[in-house]
């Protein structure tokens, strides 16, 4: 077995106003250091071990997990995972 771990965070052109909503909370709470926040997501995948994992969780990314068109993703592939 293999964990994946997908991160996906909004593309640097699209706005985010859930991070702009912390960040100003911060700077509330006086934490004025803070610059800029931005919001995305995190997700964990445990899949069978084969060749083709990388690929497929491209696909998994593309199809299902991120909308392409104003979202990244990077994920990390572990080695063995021991359930």
Known sequence: MKKVKVFI???ESVLDPQGQAVMQ???NMDYQN???VRIGKY???EMEDSAD???QVDAICD???ANTVIENY???IEEEVHS
Do not use: P, Q
């Open 74 to 76: 990077r994920y990390e």
């Open 25 to 27: 909370s911060l700077h």
């Open 53 to 55: 994992v990388a690929e």
């Open 63 to 65: 199809k299902l997990l």
């Open 34 to 36: 803070v610059k800029d």
């Open 9 to 11: 965070t909004l593309k």
């Open 43 to 45: 997700i964990e995948l």
